[in-house]
């Protein structure tokens, strides 16, 4: 009974914490990035069906790092793939997946987050989780998708710490609703602009005369630039921007976008595209030594794609070309929030060899912010 209490307590102590953890978003401090409106969480949940795991590891002394998983709905995803495309920014990663994507223009298996080094584990437990799926006995081939950033800085990547059943949790966890940012799962050990990054999400919800169709964005943050925040310098008013543009301007952005639109493959790398257009907002510069990478998916119920059917045409719904304008817009908007989220929500974390990354100067950013007008009052 006692043992039964201590459960309780802490699945309790868990869920203040996690809700605890919300008040550290850019909006709390009275940021508010673009014009449209946010989602009721402002996060990539807020298109109906989409589920978030993590599953964050930290370890001793030096290991930071973990998996997040992203499911585009509920149901069985090899049997209803989602239409969707990758666009790379800047090609220096592992993306697993790529290929089949762009000549299918789909996906057909949760998508996966985690660091350099578990891209290969992480794509084995996808077959995994893929094949022993009731209805999937008759599957031969599985098309994982595992996207990665190093966050070798502060983690032991060469230990590969990450498990196949690290990945299978993050998949069996993955709920709806407000999820965990800053330095969980995927962004246990990132670091962005010089502090510390992580997971953050956003969301973005089209006016009615425009569809009402929501963009949902996840990042994980792990690179480098000159930050700044809604238009505000930040770097360079703090005086400790790259002016020798060292080392430390490299690194990777994996974003993740979906939208209840009813969007397929062209227009989905359209959509993906424009969010470097976010990335870039916040001083990112897709450096030479940075992996860039945009997975953009569509759950529209109708332009789902069966594994088997008995007719050979499908009957699918695509938004015309001008009508994607608006969805341009929130990617962006969401994009650069999640990037800002992912900052605002990371805690400072000491890893590997007694290295440090701070969390970012809240006091002193929301001085910069304040003296450009750039903080909407919350009194």
């Known amino acids: 009974m006692m043992f039964k209490k201590q459960k309780l307590l802490l699945f309790l102590f868990l869920i203040f914490c996690s809700a605890f953890s919300q008040k550290k978003r850019a909006r709390d401090y009275g940021i508010e990035i673009g014009v449209l409106q946010t989602g009721k969480y402002n996060s990539i949940t807020d298109v109906e069906g989409v589920k978030v795991g993590h599953t964050t590891i930290i370890e001793g002394d030096n290991v930071r790092t973990g998996v997040t998983a992203i499911l585009p709905h509920s149901e069985n995803i090899f049997q209803s793939k989602v239409p969707a495309a990758i666009y790379i920014g800047n090609g220096f990663g592992k993306l697993a997946g790529y290929s089949q994507v762009k000549e299918l223009g789909n996906i057909e298996t949760p998508i ?9 584990i992480a794509s084995d437990a996808l077959i995994s989780y893929t094949l022993q799926q009731k209805e999937n006995q008759d599957v031969y081939s599985v098309n994982s998708i595992v996207g990665e950033t190093n966050d070798g800085w502060l983690n032991d990547i060469r230990g590969q710490h990450v498990t196949k059943q690290d990945v299978l949790n993050a ?6 609703g407000f999820i965990d940012e800053g330095n ?9 602009f010089g502090y510390k990054g992580g997971i953050g999400t956003s969301s973005r919800i089209i006016p009615n005369k425009y569809g009402s169709y929501t963009v949902g964005v996840m990042v994980q943050s792990n690179f480098g630039g000159i930050l700044q925040i809604n238009g505000v310098p930040i770097a360079k008013e703090m005086d400790n921007y790259p002016r020798d543009y060292k080392y430390d301007v490299d690194g990777s952005c994996m974003i993740v976008v979906i939208t209840d639109a009813p969007l397929k493959a062209r227009n989905l790398e359209r959509l993906a595209k424009r969010a470097m257009m976010g990335l870039a907002k916040t001083g990112g510069i897709a450096s030479n030594g940075s992996g860039d990478y945009v997975i953009s998916v569509s759950t529209a119920n109708n332009n789902l794609v069966p594994y088997e059917s008995n007719v050979s045409i499908l009957k699918t719904q695509e938004l015309k070309n001008e009508a994607v304008t608006p969805l341009f817009l929130a990617v962006i908007e969401a994009t ?5 989220n992912s900052l605002f929500a990371a805690e400072t974390m000491i890893g590997r060899e007694n290295r440090k990354r701070e969390t970012i100067p809240k006091d002193e950013i929301i001085s910069i912010m304040q003296k450009h007008n750039a903080i909407i009052s919350n009194n």
């Open 336 to 340: 650069e929030e999640a990037i800002i």
């Open 112 to 120: 996966i987050l985690t660091n350099t080094l578990s891209v290969p």
């Open 184 to 192: 969980v799962g995927a962004g246990t050990g990132t670091s962005c």
């Open 171 to 176: 998949i069996i966890n993955a709920k709806n």
